[in-house]
């Protein structure tokens, strides 16, 4: 819009050879009449709310939280969060929880997030199998970080189960390390188990378009994007019936919500299984 500039900031973003206080003299520049804040945590919900106190723009933030238990909003963030004009929720879960924090209603609002657009590739599809020799091997995906809170023990301890009656499966786990490494797991075989630390989003777009099911059992999470993409390629998701998951996933239209259970994760992967395509 004419005389509005707004600063898009992210949390991973980085700025080449900028310290503290030039992006601060930046955000409070005459030129900035708006900040749009992406995800409040870290450094960058800090600097848009240092400035906002520092000078007169106004502040949109979408916070992106991730309280993964009661009171897991870090006073830093509260802090951040009050200094916002107007906050953009993912999921009315997110919005419940902003307003418990003590946001005004009617400052806050919820707009989903939106993914790129894509098209199943057959191309990716078929590179991927054969860069990790899968064949036609039936895949359970894992999209995320490599975190308990995650679930990513969840979902190795379903396959684990589905394992036994389902010996052709295959799991993949594929995203940037945490605090679990999956293949000290007394359950992991490399017969049946792939990780994919950090990886790259060739590798992405290929697992998106080889895996057979996604799987995602958080403890709590604002929305799920990793969900969006896989739906984009025509992929089914099974997630828990946790945070916002159970609103984004409606039960066997968009997906399957699950208990938070290696037992439950295990028959949501069964049923995808022996029942494709429905």
């Not at 500039?5 to 991973?12: I, M």
């Not at 998701?237 to 259970?261: F, M, Y």
């Amino acid at each position: 819009r004419p005389g509005v500039v707004e600063t898009l900031l992210r949390f991973r973003s980085q700025l080449d050879g900028a310290g503290r206080g030039s992006i601060i003299d930046a955000l409070r520049s005459p030129a900035v009449d708006a900040i749009v804040c992406v995800n409040v945590h870290g450094c960058m919900g800090y600097y848009c709310g240092l400035a906002k106190l520092l000078g007169s723009c106004k502040l949109i933030i979408v916070p992106c939280l991730h309280p993964y238990k009661a009171g897991g909003v870090l006073e830093s963030e509260r802090l951040c969060l009050r200094q916002a004009d107007h906050l953009i929720a993912n999921t009315e879960y997110e919005r419940q929880i902003l307003i418990e924090q003590g946001a005004e209603p009617r400052r806050v609002s919820v707009l989903g997030p939106g993914v790129n657009p894509a098209e199943p590739s057959e191309e990716a599809r078929t590179s991927f199998r054969r860069q990790l020799n899968l064949a036609d091997r039936p895949i359970i995906s894992y999209l995320g970080r490599f975190d308990r809170t995650k679930g990513i023990d969840l979902v190795l301890a379903a396959f684990d189960r589905l394992h036994q009656d389902y010996p052709e499966a295959i799991l993949v786990l594929a995203g940037a390390a945490g605090d679990y490494d999956p293949q000290a797991a007394p359950s992991w075989d490399d017969l049946c188990c792939r990780a994919l630390f950090d990886i790259t989003d060739a590798q992405k777009e290929g697992l998106l378009n080889a895996c057979d099911v996604l799987v995602l059992a958080s403890e709590c999470e604002s929305y799920g994007i990793v969900l969006a993409e896989a739906w984009m390629r025509g992929k089914p998701v099974i997630v828990t019936s946790t945070g916002a998951l159970a609103e984004v996933v409606l039960h066997k239209q968009d997906g399957l919500v699950v208990a938070r259970t290696p037992a439950a994760l295990c028959d949501g992967m069964l049923e995808i299984l022996e029942n494709p395509g429905t």
